[in-house]
């Protein structure tokens, strides 16, 4: 009887080996798996960083994002974007859900960044289920959309373009390749707004059919056909989009496509060693980080070479890395070579993995670490300013006109809200005097936040009472705006940029 037992669970055990090896099925971490292919849905929500929706890792390799139902074919970023419901997993069939609903309440027309949301309320419910070697996404509404809103509301899905310039595809009998650049025509729609005409449109789409690595089949299974967009000719940050309109009526099943990612076999994510690109000091801890995939057992061999002054190597520590544990789709092991102190430039090799070379040395912070954020960074960032570097010109001059009052009771983006009175002297529309001087541009919209300008003015009179550095690199002329890199003018790159950041939020505080 014990031996029957035994007999069963050892055919239960192996059959379910055989069965996540051999198709998609759902994991202990809730998301679905096969091979090297993983399928997320809802594991992160940051659609305008391309992040959110249903998503697909491919032989470690994220190739596709935000899966969801949008409004526009290419959206872009502060447009309207669901709420999303909490994520549900159904074990026995290892189906993932996700309810969504719009407008996202907390957002329109509100908030840190308002987004409009248009006068339409409807929600649906995202599933991905296991489909053999691939996946099912099937949409669910819990309501027909109005008759107004058909042609309008469909599923997107967004294709890393950075992978797939040069690379083929079909879309049905049409076949083309992924640009470089995104290319014409465009038109203008019945609500006068530019949109991108369709690379290709149909029902079965191959992606990269030539490529092991990435070729992805898209099919789907209802009658409303696919189009294949270039995002990019919208917005600069845009990506490929897939998408499919909800036909009219629709309610259950409303999308339903059928995603197979090519699964290479027995692929594993390569061993990375990380170690700090800095170097260390010789009497810190070092310690090597080892990440490898998480089917990934074996434990190979971990050694410290230190690269000869006349070429060469020499091993100088040979030892098992440490386990350090899980890590989300990882596991991380640990390399301590702290006993090794002697001065020089080191790589580590583990197993068919070498790093880039890096330093052992008690001058390790003396140049190349904080040094380039105060000799390129913090230029090319200052407002009011044309920065040269040598031949190149990284900005000419820029917001020299002074600032305007803003509007009351307007709330504009990245936080930017006007309330009933301006406070001040000055007018809604009226040039306020005093704020064409001084500031960092934000690095990604070039608007001048207070709040930034103060913190890093705080982090600069911190280190420099810490540290007394003089050290110069720059030229920094507050009279011309006229800023020079890689040429010193004899004062402290610390003060003059505490200084830019001081005639902003100084002047801002006079003005007002």
Same mark, same amino acid.
């Given at each position: 009887?014990?031996r029957?037992?035994?007999f069963?669970?050892?055919?239960l055990?192996?059959?379910?080996?055989?069965t996540?090896?051999?198709?998609?099925?759902?994991?202990?971490l809730?998301?679905?798996?096969y091979?090297?292919?993983?399928?997320?849905l809802?594991?992160?929500?940051?659609?305008?960083?391309?992040?959110?929706? !249903?998503?697909?890792?491919?032989?470690?390799?994220?190739v596709?994002?935000?899966?969801?139902?949008?409004?526009?074919p290419?959206?872009?970023?502060?447009?309207?974007?669901p709420?999303?419901?909490?994520?549900?997993?159904?074990?026995?069939?290892?189906?993932?859900s996700?309810?969504m609903?719009?407008?996202?309440?907390?957002?329109?027309?509100?908030?840190?960044?308002?987004?409009?949301?248009?006068?339409?309320?409807?929600?649906?419910?995202?599933?991905?289920?296991?489909?053999?070697?691939?996946?099912?996404?099937?949409?669910?509404?819990?309501?027909?959309?109005?008759?107004?809103?058909?042609?309008?509301?469909?599923?997107?899905?967004?294709?890393?373009?950075?992978?797939?310039f040069?690379?083929?595809?079909?879309?049905?009998?049409?076949?083309?390749?992924?640009?470089?650049?995104?290319?014409?025509?465009?038109?203008i729609?019945?609500?006068?707004?530019?949109?991108?005409?369709?690379?290709?449109?149909?029902?079965i789409?191959?992606?990269?059919p030539?490529?092991?690595?990435?070729?992805?089949?898209?099919?789907?299974?209802?009658?409303?056909?696919?189009?294949?967009?270039?995002?990019?000719g919208k917005?600069?940050?845009?990506?490929?989009?897939?998408?499919?309109?909800?036909?009219?009526?629709?309610v259950?099943?409303?999308?339903v496509?059928? !995603?197979?990612?090519?699964a290479?076999?027995?692929?594993?994510?390569?061993?990375?060693v990380?170690?700090?690109?800095?170097?260390?000091?010789?009497?810190?801890?070092? /310690?090597?980080?080892?990440?490898?995939?998480?089917?990934?057992?074996?434990?190979?061999?971990?050694?410290?070479?230190?690269?000869?002054?006349?070429?060469?190597?020499?091993? !100088?520590?040979?030892?098992?890395?440490? +386990?350090?544990?899980?890590?989300?789709?990882?596991?991380?092991?640990?390399?301590?070579?702290?006993?090794i102190?002697?001065?020089?430039?080191?790589?580590?090799v583990?197993?068919?993995?070498?790093?880039?070379?890096?330093?052992?040395?008690?001058?390790?912070?003396?140049?190349?670490?904080?040094?380039?954020?105060?000799?390129?960074?913090?230029?090319?960032q200052?407002?009011?300013?044309?920065?040269?570097?040598?031949?190149?010109?990284?900005?000419?001059?820029?917001?020299?006109?002074?600032?305007?009052?803003?509007?009351?009771?307007?709330?504009h983006?990245?936080?930017?809200?006007? #309330?009933?009175s301006?406070?001040?002297?000055?007018?809604?529309g009226e040039?306020?005097?005093g704020?064409?001087?001084?500031?960092?541009? +934000?690095?990604?919209?070039?608007?001048?936040? /207070?709040e930034?300008?103060?913190?890093?003015?705080?982090?600069?009179?911190?280190?420099?009472?810490?540290?007394?550095?003089t050290?110069?690199?720059?030229?920094?002329?507050?009279?011309? #705006? /006229?800023?020079e890199?890689?040429?010193?003018?004899?004062?402290?790159?610390?003060?003059?940029?505490?200084?830019?950041g001081?005639?902003?939020i100084?002047?801002?505080?006079?003005?007002?």
């Amino acid at each position: 009887m014990f031996r029957k037992i035994s007999f069963a669970i050892f055919l239960l055990t192996n059959v379910k080996a055989y069965t996540q090896n051999s198709q998609m099925h759902l994991n202990d971490l809730e998301y679905l798996e096969y091979q090297g292919v993983n399928v997320m849905l809802a594991h992160d929500f940051y659609p305008e960083g391309h992040q959110g929706g !249903v998503g697909i890792i491919q032989n470690g390799q994220r190739v596709a994002t935000n899966g969801d139902i949008r409004l526009e074919p290419t959206p872009g970023q502060w447009q309207p974007i669901p709420k999303v419901g909490r994520r549900m997993v159904d074990k026995a069939t290892g189906t993932i859900s996700v309810h969504m609903e719009y407008p996202n309440q907390d957002i329109n027309r509100k908030g840190f960044n308002p987004v409009i949301y248009p006068d339409l309320h409807f929600s649906y419910t995202i599933h991905v289920q296991p489909a053999g070697k691939g996946f099912k996404i099937i949409i669910d509404l819990d309501s027909a959309l109005p008759a107004s809103w058909i042609g309008k509301v469909g599923f997107n899905f967004e294709l890393y373009p950075g992978v797939l310039f040069g690379k083929s595809y079909y879309m049905d009998q049409q076949f083309g390749i992924f640009p470089r650049q995104p290319n014409g025509p465009n038109y203008i729609d019945e609500d006068k707004e530019t949109q991108i005409t369709a690379m290709a449109t149909g029902n079965i789409l191959t992606i990269a059919p030539e490529n092991e690595m990435q070729r992805m089949r898209i099919e789907n299974l209802l009658g409303n056909t696919m189009q294949l967009i270039d995002g990019r000719g919208k917005h600069n940050n845009g990506w490929f989009v897939v998408r499919s309109l909800v036909p009219k009526g629709a309610v259950k099943n409303a999308i339903v496509w059928l !995603v197979t990612p090519h699964a290479a076999e027995g692929w594993q994510s390569p061993p990375v060693v990380q170690v700090s690109q800095v170097g260390y000091h010789p009497q810190q801890k070092k /310690v090597a980080v080892i990440e490898l995939d998480a089917k990934d057992k074996r434990k190979q061999e971990t050694s410290l070479l230190r690269i000869n002054e006349n070429g060469g190597f020499e091993t !100088v520590l040979h030892s098992d890395a440490n +386990d350090w544990g899980n890590f989300l789709r990882y596991h991380y092991l640990q390399f301590d070579f702290t006993q090794i102190k002697k001065p020089g430039m080191y790589e580590i090799v583990y197993g068919g993995d070498t790093t880039k070379p890096f330093q052992i040395s008690d001058s390790v912070y003396a140049r190349n670490v904080w040094q380039p954020t105060l000799e390129y960074f913090l230029p090319i960032q200052m407002c009011h300013m044309r920065v040269n570097d040598k031949y190149k010109v990284w900005h000419g001059f820029c917001h020299m006109d002074d600032a305007r009052m803003a509007p009351t009771d307007s709330n504009h983006f990245d936080g930017y809200f006007q #309330h009933h009175s301006t406070l001040t002297s000055y007018k809604s529309g009226e040039t306020v005097p005093g704020l064409n001087v001084g500031a960092w541009h +934000d690095a990604g919209d070039f608007d001048l936040r /207070v709040e930034s300008q103060s913190e890093t003015v705080y982090g600069l009179t911190l280190a420099y009472e810490a540290f007394h550095t003089t050290y110069d690199n720059t030229s920094i002329n507050q009279q011309t #705006h /006229v800023v020079e890199i890689q040429q010193p003018d004899g004062k402290p790159d610390v003060l003059q940029q505490i200084e830019h950041g001081l005639l902003s939020i100084v002047g801002g505080y006079k003005s007002m």
